[in-house]
């Protein structure tokens, strides 16, 4: 495990969390914006300099926790140890995002962003070498076949965007070059040709008997507008009304009452339907678990940046139906739910109230819930074993912040 020192500066009012020693400013070409979204319509009563002090501090614990050295390559990944395996692409592609959202606060992002993209690309999909392989041992040995899961590419893609966006693409690595060409290996292998929906990863193929099923976490309108804008590419329209209609049918048609969202479904239009049982992970599959966990987060941000009106009512549905359920406490939030709204597992998981503050953003009705969700978020501390909860977390504080890039 790496540790840096850090400083802290002040430029054009921002607060920069800086390596000892390094110019504070020298990298970073996009400010915080000085609003918050185009199309949030209630934020945290926290003040905002205060809101981005407590993320500075999650963020150095978070380094602290989970960056790691690659094999001996000079690369750096992001340590996954209650996942699978330690390193996995999911892990790799939260991290990029991570390291470019937070630029304007780290001056040392890029290094940390240029580390984690040189394991990326050291480990291709045994399928697309565009790609990359899902998930890696503790020597960085591809495993289960060495193909792809959609998830990892798909933030990897976007992470990319964004450090071009940020840094341009003029250094060690052409981040709009190695964007395009991943955004196509997505739509090449990992978009299903007759739902339009997203695969689970490049090894579900035409007569495999999961090539029907798609994970409603990987469902992100925002990236799916963000590839259209760069690509130009009307197929990235048509992926996103698919994924569109379908978060529709589903809340309207399995879960009226509470708006949750199953962690995988399967088949296409008006037939698209939860699954039942055990599919790919466990006999939750086709309920609110730790994958659908992530969709008030996803479709939240949508609904923040774009005004969409199907993400927009899917986040208000979430919100209202928690809201009441716990009475306002996010403390009484369980870590899986049935679509109706049963609780299976009542332990609190910051995987699945932390995501619930993005939805928050978008209804009017839930300033308290919110204030509430984000003095959870404040007063939470990084725990070493918990990646999953606490790299969720960390990209939600980054959103209810304020700190989210804004799309170009």
């Known amino acids: 495990m790496i540790r840096w020192p850090f400083v802290r500066t002040v430029a054009a009012g921002l607060l920069i969390l800086a390596p000892a020693g390094c110019d504070a400013v020298a990298t970073m070409r996009v400010p915080v914006s000085p609003g918050f979204y185009p199309h949030d319509v209630i934020r945290p009563s926290a003040g905002r300099a205060v809101m981005r002090e407590r993320l500075v501090a999650y963020y150095r614990q978070w380094r602290a926790a989970f960056v790691r050295p690659g094999c001996g390559d000079g690369t750096l990944r992001i340590h996954s140890p209650d996942a699978a395996y330690p390193a996995i692409a999911e892990a790799q592609g939260y991290g990029l995002v ?50 792809s899961a959609t998830d990892g590419d798909l933030d990897i893609a976007y992470a990319l965007l964004l450090a071009d966006r940020t840094w341009g693409s003029t250094g060690t690595h052409d981040y709009r070059g190695l964007a395009l060409r991943r955004i196509a290996a997505v739509k090449r292998s990992n978009v299903n040709r007759d739902s339009s929906l997203l695969l689970l990863g490049d090894w579900s193929t035409p007569g495999s008997p999961l090539y029907g099923t798609s994970r409603t976490s990987d469902w992100n309108p925002v990236y799916f507008r963000a590839f259209r804008a760069v690509t130009g590419d009307p ?8 994924h569109r209609a379908a978060v529709d049918r589903l809340q309207r048609s399995f879960s009226p009452r509470t708006g949750l969202m199953p962690d995988f479904v399967r088949g296409t239009g008006v037939g698209l339907t939860p699954v039942a049982g055990r599919v790919l992970e466990t006999a939750h599959d086709g309920d609110f678990g730790f994958n659908a966990c992530r969709t008030p987060w996803r479709l939240g941000l949508d609904a923040l940046l774009s005004g969409d009106a199907v993400s927009t009512a899917a986040a208000r549905r979430m919100t209202g ?88």
Do not use: K
């Open 98 to 147: 991570i390291a470019a959202s937070m630029a304007s606060l780290d001056a040392d992002a890029r290094r940390l962003f240029d580390g984690i993209l040189g394991f990326v690309l050291a480990h291709p999909s045994s399928n697309d070498a565009d790609l990359m392989a899902a998930e890696l041992d503790a020597r960085c040995v591809e495993r289960d076949g060495g193909d």
């Open 235 to 242: 197929a990235w329209t048509e992926i996103a009304a698919a």
């Open 321 to 408: 139906w928690f809201r009441s359920v716990t009475g306002g406490d996010p403390g009484r939030i369980g870590s899986g739910y049935t679509l109706a709204g049963t609780a299976y597992r009542a332990e609190s998981d910051n995987a699945f109230w932390a995501p619930l503050a993005v939805a928050a953003m978008a209804d009017p009705d839930a300033q308290q819930w919110l204030d509430a969700l984000w003095q959870r978020l404040a007063t939470a501390e990084v725990d070493p074993g918990d990646y999953f909860g606490d790299t969720l977390q960390l990209q939600v504080m980054i959103v209810v912040s304020g700190n989210y890039p804004l799309p170009a």
